[in-house]
């Protein structure tokens, strides 16, 4: 996924704001190019799960079907630990044609991001490129 | 009868429908309905013990059924429903 600065930008602040609890968000695609960033609530509201709002949810989806956008990717925060799918993110995740992008806070000041796609249990980094 | 509207991850299980129309009262009897006429959707929509599967959300003009009746609620003609895979996960 190739994913303009201001959106990156915006997702690590999320990322930071709801920490030390994970963040959860979606991003909207055309092609492979996020267009569209949108933050969710994180209903579990702690470091260790998250579970996007369903109410965010059908808000977001609906604005992505209104632009004639894709759910290209769906992001998520690791203030624990590697920005890694764990295991639970591999059996939950229900989108094999989104990119999961986890931004890892733990592993040092910088916040270490990184995409992946998740199909059938395997996982795959994925390149994502800021520009 | 109501109109579910089949999110893009869930097309390939239903013959590609972006849209059903099915007969029934209630939530319950159209996804039973859906999960009967399409069994690879089942586990997706539906719990071990025959409730809603925990991470699916499903929408009754716009509401999350949880808040409503769940699979009591009522649906009528005019009503719609969406089906979306829940967006879940964690660091274990």
């Known amino acids: ?131 | 009868m109501a109109t579910i509207r089949i999110p893009a991850v869930l097309r390939n299980a239903v013959g590609g429908a972006r849209e059903l129309t099915i007969e029934g009262a209630n939530v319950g009897e159209l996804l039973n309905v859906v999960t009967s006429t399409y069994p690879d959707t089942r586990d997706q929509i539906f719990g071990p013990g025959g409730d809603l599967n925990r991470y699916v959300n499903v929408y009754v003009n716009d509401e999350d059924v949880r808040v409503l009746r769940g699979l009591d609620t009522a649906v009528g003609e005019k009503d719609t429903l969406v089906i979306l895979p829940a967006m879940a996960g964690g660091d274990r």
């Open chain 1, 1 to 131: 996924m190739e994913i303009p600065q201001a959106l990156y930008d915006r997702m690590v602040t999320h990322a930071r704001a709801e920490a030390p609890d994970e963040c959860c968000g979606m991003i909207g695609t055309r092609g492979a190019v996020a267009v569209s960033l949108y933050e969710a609530e994180n209903t579990a509201h702690t470091p260790l799960r998250y579970e996007l709002s369903s109410r965010d949810q059908l808000r977001i989806q609906k604005a992505l079907d209104a632009a004639d956008l894709e759910l290209g990717g769906i992001y998520h925060s690791h203030t624990r630990s590697a920005p890694y799918p764990s295991q639970t993110d591999i059996n939950l995740a229900f989108y094999p044609g989104a990119v999961y992008i986890i931004i890892g806070l733990a592993t040092g000041p910088e916040a270490d991001v990184r995409a992946y796609r998740i199909v059938d249990g395997q996982v795959r980094e994925e390149p994502l490129v800021v520009r």
